[in-house]
T-cell receptor
Framework: NAGVTQTPKFQVLKTGQSMTLQCAQDMNHNSMYWYRQDPGMGLRLIYYSASEGTTDKGEVPNGYNVSRLNKREFSLRLESAAPSQTSVYFC?????????????FGPGTRLLVL | QKEVEQNSGPLSVPEGAIASLNCTYSDRGSQSFFWYRQYSGKSPELIMSIYSNGDKEDGRFTAQLNKASQYVSLLIRDSQPSDSATYLCAVNSNSGYALNFGKGTSLLVTP
């Protein structure tokens, strides 16, 4: 099993450009998440999907859209990139066991917006 | 805003010593608590999870939870230089399974 995979690993954008970050998991998890990590800010939740067909906003959703394409894939789209969106983006999927869900992270995408 | 607080460190311990990492949280409704390890330039890796008050041990790692005092801690016994990393405390929100993360504690284990 590959676990959680993310593409691309690294991307440079100019202000105003758009792009989609891809995430896929092969663990048959229901939940998927997008976080961003900035120095001194910790991990912050952008959007999540509790199950196929549903998405919800997290702490910092402005400037982003998501699509839960199917159970495996959860993409994050930046419609008009801004320098403030320079960050490392992590996708995670969640395994529910009883009342506890444990999240497993992908390798991340480093995004630089000029 | 639900808060998860950690001392940023760096926490420096000699090789072989016990490292103690602490975390406090504000949401009394939180049910699940996690410790992740993150090496520089890498993604968070799950170390421990704990749900019930008390201690949970896994190898050299022990997680301790006290819901009344709203803190969770991680003890690393026989610390090794390879344990040098940032340790993230994460707490679920009482409205679901989404996690709130602390900013992390940097641990340095010196030979």
């Amino acid at each position: 099993n590959a676990g959680v995979t993310q593409t691309p690993k690294f991307q440079v954008l100019k202000t105003g450009q758009s792009m989609t970050l891809q995430c896929a998991q092969d663990m048959n998890h229901n939940s998927m998440y997008w976080y961003r990590q900035d120095p001194g800010m910790g991990l912050r939740l952008i959007y999540y999907s509790a199950s196929e067909g549903t998405t919800d906003k997290g702490e910092v959703p402005n400037g982003y859209n998501v699509s839960r394409l199917n159970k495996r894939e959860f993409s994050l789209r930046l419609e008009s990139a801004a320098p403030s969106q320079t960050s490392v983006y992590f996708c995670a999927s969640g395994l529910l066991a009883g009342v506890m869900e444990t999240q497993y992270f992908g390798p991340g995408t480093r995004l630089l917006v000029l | 805003q639900k808060e998860v607080e950690q001392n940023s460190g760096p926490l420096s311990v000699p090789e072989g010593a016990i490292a103690s990492l602490n975390c406090t949280y504000s949401d009394r409704g939180s049910q699940s608590f996690f410790w992740y390890r993150q090496y520089s330039g890498k993604s968070p890796e799950l170390i421990m999870s704990i749900y019930s008050n008390g201690d949970k041990e896994d190898g050299r790692f022990t997680a301790q939870l006290n819901k009344a005092s709203q803190y969770v801690s991680l003890l690393i016994r026989d610390s090794q230089p390879s344990d040098s990393a940032t340790y993230l405390c994460a707490v679920n929100s009482n409205s679901g399974y989404a996690l709130n993360f602390g900013k992390g504690t940097s641990l340095l284990v010196t030979p």
